[in-house]
């Protein structure tokens, strides 16, 4: 009996760390960090990301790593081959300036999720993960700052952001599909907002948290006592750690559930009150100038995730003042590395 026992588990251990794992847009921010977490399971993954090696956030060389356009289908053929489990990290977006002036490049990454799919079905590949977006919710149920948590059916009428919302939509709704008419294995989370280390803080794609810690660093830096705000400042958000929005993901990924999930945090705040907070830990007052005329996007947006605390136990861990903290600290020695100039993470 203990011989068999031990076969087993050496049998099924065996299965876990020869599975092999796929990650599009492995070059990016939540892809890096995936890909990171994967391998010290132990499992076998294979990379793939637009962008040249050099301008990948984390670049692991002992993985098999492709520099290609997944929108191509034949490039996603060839990422596919041999793959048991997907991650799609890979799209075309930035913070809300970006995706407000590059619309139609957004709604392209369709392509991606499109041809990845399909090629699932070719190479039969046994799971997909579909990474979508808050921007995919109704944008009259967010007219007001400090609403009520966003909840898995308020995307429903559909009224997503233009473009990159839209395209996010779209793509949930060809995962169910392809799940339904192939059998296809499929899991969709929306995500709220994740930031961190190791991720994009310059160059017109960086979101709201590494923007503004850019902007206290570089202000302190230069003794200069005032930072540009988008908007009025009022304008409220939440915001997930990416250690928080790993766990998370990977615990629907791994689980039986089939549904659309919204992961986040419930710790809405307005700007200005990020500000606060950074101000706090930068040890550093500023003034703020606020510019009325740059984009915005909805006056008020935050996570409900009681389906998923009901269904997997799950809940974010990270306060936002020290997922702050850690980010502040990380940026401010790549700033003191590279100066003001744009580093390799800011690469599009």
């Given amino acids: 009996i203990l011989i068999v026992w031990q076969l087993c588990n050496y049998y099924y251990y065996s299965f876990i760390i020869m599975s092999t794992y796929l990650v599009a847009g492995a070059g990016g921010f939540i892809g890096g960090h995936l890909v990171k977490s994967l391998m010290s399971q132990g499992h076998n993954v294979i990379c793939a990301d637009v962008k040249p090696l050099q301008y990948w956030f984390q670049l ?19 990422a596919t081959k041999g793959v048991d489990y997907i991650y799609n990290m890979a799209c075309n ?128 830096m230069n003794k200069s006592n005032s930072i540009d705000v988008w908007g009025d400042g009022e304008q409220t958000r939440s915001f997930m750690f990416i250690d928080d929005c790993l766990e998370g993901t990977q615990k629907i990924f791994n689980s039986k559930l089939t549904d659309v999930y919204n992961l986040g945090s419930d710790e809405q705040v307005s700007i200005n009150q990020m500000i606060s907070i950074l101000e706090e830990i930068s040890n550093f007052k500023v003034e703020k100038k606020y510019q009325l005329d740059k984009p915005k996007g909805v006056r008020g947006r935050s996570s409900n995730n009681d389906l998923v605390k009901k269904i997997l136990n799950w809940s974010y861990k990270i306060r936002l003042k020290d997922g702050l903290k850690m980010t502040y600290d990380w940026m401010k020695i790549e700033i003191d590395k590279h100066g003001s100039n744009i580093s390799r993470f800011t690469k599009s």
């Fill in 93 to 220: 977006m930035g913070g809300m300036g970006f995706i407000e002036n590059n619309k139609a490049e957004c709604m392209l990454s369709v392509l991606i999720n499109t041809n990845l799919l399909r090629a699932c079905l070719i190479n039969k590949v046994k799971k997909y993960f579909f990474s979508s977006s808050a921007c995919v919710y109704n944008a009259k149920k967010q007219k007001e700052v400090f609403i009520p948590g966003l909840k898995e059916e308020d995307a429903y009428p559909a009224e997503p952001e233009d473009g990159y919302g839209w395209e996010k939509l779209f793509s949930e709704r060809m995962c169910r599909h392809f799940t339904e008419d192939f059998g296809l294995e499929t899991r969709v989370i929306r995500y709220h907002n994740v930031y961190g280390p190791m991720g994009t803080y310059d160059g017109g794609r960086e979101k709201a948290p590494a923007a503004l810690c850019r902007k206290i660093i570089l202000a302190k």
């Fill in 60 to 78: 692991f060389d002992e993985n098999k790593n492709y520099s290609f356009d997944l929108k191509e289908y034949e490039n996603c053929l060839k």
